[in-house]
């Protein structure tokens, strides 16, 4: 691999690459990536964040403008299997390496861009923010209280998402007989997290907003050493009156859900006085008792100290293996230094050795040969020919299925006819009290294009069929809680003994080993347990989740699911058990919080939108009834641009420290100028004169912007969908079918075909693949 991003998404993407064990070549400036010395800094001088991205990569530093620069790079690049890119089109027209040129120079190159709106976008000749992804994609304005200002999720939540993108989208890449290029967008990434709003919206005609963590059924309450989520289903009701154990959750009143909801104010201070005398840890353990899927407001300094952690080596002992999935090698070593030469041979980085070249190279570059079934046309999908088993629910294991239908997987969605997907009677908030059934549109974005089967597996013949579909599938996902699929004989040691290639991925809260493996979790429960929570949301105020409509820990870990079956269809790692915690992948995320905190024992808290580089970095109220716009300035030109705008004399030869400890005094500067102003009149003065910036999108306004249809992050038909998060310059998804009905094809099951899929194919032998990289072996 080779990184050319100074940008924090591409640099994750190419972590990803270095902690599964691939060699990655990060080019840097010649005075080295402006990160290495981004506060906060460890002793060394070093960013933690630096640190925790660049952990295992080998470096080297060159200048692209120059062509000795571009003959190195070029040296590079014929030796790659992918590059990993962060340029905007004027950038990458500037040095020659825009996607297609590098393509077109290298052939068989596979070459990830992430940006901030799309490779030919002109506005990604800013440089990619979280904060400005999630205002323009919709996310933050579901984000924060009612009447206040929008936030965005703590560390750089969509640039990290977009990198699990961008992985998938290598392995799909990857699985084109010529490779391809991979167009990442953040905001549209931000845009196929939030999906949820974009349904309710042209479902209902209603606008969802920000519910934040003090009004609504599932609130925060303030325990005697933090805070805790009060979080369960309307059936679960009896549950909490035993919690709580007072009389004034006994009321007959308090039986019906939606009376419950309108007397809350009758029954809640008893809530918080019963909390008030208990620690958030003692609440969280005793509602788990109770079957109640609570979380309490871990911070980093209990995340070190967590029991679970510990117990899978997530973090121990004052370090860890900071790893987002158990079941395949990672390493954690330390970054390349300045003084590193990615062409010496002592320059491999620490850790388990990765997939290095094996034996000699003449310096050919062999074609790649499609694995077991991989496209072997150009208008062929990605994924056509692999057959994956899907006994996902709800949104974390089905949405996983959905991404890899979309690519041309055959996913076969098993459910029981007496207890299907949930997810097919969910209500659409707003919606009304009618029943749906078989109709919910949440349910037909997760598991459009799939084919649909019942099986009881309870039962002996259930299993039996299991056991035969097994036998002729390549992967299988499940997100049960921890415990039901050895009680149903499909956990993985059983069904390995049926095929022993089986890929089997299980998607858990907190992981299938360790003392709180079996808890019971929403979302919102995951924020606050992987410390998501305690660094978002407004300063010095309670944690603040991504809210019950995002979900948000569900919708990454579909992300990261998709792309490492991917990733073990492409490696063929056969076999293979992914054990993914969504607590722990969402932990991951915070790595360089976490490295801090054990370096100093810092326990940061909720910053609000601001973030260290970037100053200001913050949303400011526009004209009109919660209009907002997102301004993000990282360099002193952007600065004087930005203070020559709004009229303000003063800042505007300033450095960078003095716009960070006088924020208060710019805010309100910028704060009055954009009062004056609508949405639409601040962004484009902000644009013309050059200051990156956003407007805080609603679910209307998005589904209004040509930008998301042109590149299908929404579908229109049958009826409206989320789309895809990824765009190949090769391969155009088509429609996908319409979700199944339950059980819709039993009958074809039984007879021994799959639709789209023609007769299930028999198990493949294990087969040695060539990598395309000279010498190398996958």
Not at 124 to 151: I, K, N, Q, T
Not at 225 to 246: A, H, K, M
Not at 460 to 470: F, Y
């Amino acid at each position: 691999m080779v990184e050319l991003a100074d940008g924090v998404a591409g640099q994750v993407c190419g972590r990803l690459f270095a902690g599964l064990g691939h060699t990655v070549t990060k080019c840097e400036p010649p005075g080295g990536d402006p990160l290495r010395t981004r506060e906060p800094v460890g002793a060394d001088g070093l960013s933690y964040t630096f640190a925790a991205l660049n952990a295992d990569k080998r470096s080297v530093r060159l200048d692209p403008y120059t062509p000795d620069g571009q003959n190195r790079l070029s040296e590079l690049l014929a030796a790659a299997d992918v590059v990993i890119t962060d340029f905007g089109p004027r950038r990458a027209a500037e040095t020659g390496l825009s996607p297609s040129r590098l393509r077109a120079a290298h052939p068989r190159l596979v070459a990830v861009a992430i940006t901030s709106y799309g490779v030919t976008d002109p506005r990604s000749d800013a440089h990619a923010d979280s904060l400005l992804a999630e205002c323009y994609g919709g996310l933050a304005a579901m984000v924060g209280e009612p009447g206040r200002p929008p936030l965005t999720l703590g560390g750089e939540q969509t640039a990290h998402a977009a990198a699990f993108v961008g992985f998938y989208g290598a392995m799909l890449a990857l699985r084109r007989p010529d490779g391809d290029i991979v167009d990442v967008a953040l905001c549209d990434v931000a845009a196929y997290i939030d999906w949820k709003s974009d349904i309710v919206y042209t479902e209902t005609g209603q606008i969802p907003t920000r519910t934040g963590t003090s009004i609504g059924r599932w609130r925060t309450v303030q325990a005697a050493d933090g805070w805790v989520g009060f979080i369960f289903q309307p059936e679960q009701w009896d549950s909490v009156v035993t919690l709580v154990g007072d009389p004034a959750l006994e009321d007959p009143r308090l039986r019906g859900d939606k009376e419950r909801f309108e007397l809350m104010d009758s029954w809640w201070p008893a809530v918080e006085q019963w909390a008030a005398r208990r620690t958030k840890r003692e609440i969280y353990h005793e509602a788990q008792r109770l079957g109640l899927p609570f979380g309490y407001g871990a911070d980093l300094a209990d995340l070190a100290a967590d029991p679970q952690y510990q117990a899978r080596s997530f973090i121990a002992d004052g370090g860890g293996r900071l790893a987002p999935v158990t079941g395949l090698p990672w390493r954690f070593g330390p970054p390349p230094s300045l003084t590193d030469n990615a062409d010496n041979a002592d320059n491999e980085p620490d850790g388990e050795p990765g997939n290095e070249p094996n034996g000699q190279s003449d310096g050919s570059r062999p074609a790649p040969r499609p694995t077991d079934g991989a496209a072997a046309g150009r208008d062929r999908a990605p994924l056509a020919g692999v057959v994956v088993l899907d006994l996902g629910t709800i949104t974390a294991g089905a949405a996983t299925g959905r991404l890899l239908a979309d690519y041309g997987a055959t996913v076969v969605k098993i459910e029981t006819m007496d207890r299907p997907d949930a997810f097919r009677v969910w209500p659409v908030p707003g919606a009304g009290d009618a029943e749906v059934m078989e109709e919910s549109p949440l349910f037909e974005s997760n598991n459009a294009g799939k084919l649909g089967i019942t099986l009881d597996l309870k039962t002996d013949a259930g299993r039996a069929e299991m056991r035969r579909l097994v036998a002729r599938s390549d992967a299988l996902i499940e997100n049960f809680t921890v415990g039901v699929t050895r009680r149903l004989g499909i956990d993985f040691p059983t069904l390995i003994e049926v095929n022993p290639r089986l890929i089997y991925l299980s998607l858990s809260s907190q992981g299938q080993s360790g003392p709180e493996s079996g808890t019971r979790s929403y979302g919102s429960s995951l924020d606050l347990l992987s410390g998501l929570a305690s660094v978002t949301g407004y300063p010095g105020e309670r944690p603040m989740w991504s809210s019950a409509d995002i979900n948000y820990p569900d919708q990454i870990v579909s992300l990261f699911g998709a792309g490492l079956i991917a990733y073990c269809v492409v490696q063929d790692l056969r076999g293979t058990y992914l054990d993914v915690s969504q607590r722990e992948l969402v932990s991951w995320t915070l790595a360089d919080r976490v490295i801090e905190h054990l370096d100093t024992g810092t326990v940061p808290g909720p910053s609000g939108n601001r973030r260290p580089g970037s100053t200001p970095h913050d949303v400011y109220r526009c004209e009109g009834d919660d209009q907002w716009i997102a301004v993000s300035c990282r360099t002193d030109a952007e600065r004087t641009a930005l203070a020559a705008l709004i009229g303000a004399d003063r800042p505007a030869a300033e450095p960078a420290a003095w716009w960070e400890e006088n924020h208060r005094e710019v805010d309100a500067a910028i704060d009055a100028w954009a009062r004056r102003r609508s949405k639409e009149e601040c962004v484009r003065e902000l644009t013309l004169a050059g200051v990156p910036s956003a407007p805080v999108q609603s679910a209307r306004e998005r589904a209004a912007d040509p930008h998301f249809k042109r590149r299908r992050v929404f579908l229109d038909e049958p009826r409206r969908q989320k789309g895809f998060p990824l765009r190949l310059f090769g391969y155009e998804p088509p429609q996908p079918r319409p979700a199944p009905r339950l059980g819709e094809h039993d009958a074809d099951l039984r007879n021994g075909r799959l639709p789209g899929a023609g007769d299930v194919p028999a198990p493949r032998p294990a087969a040695e693949v060539p990598s395309p990289r000279p010498g190398g072996s996958v």
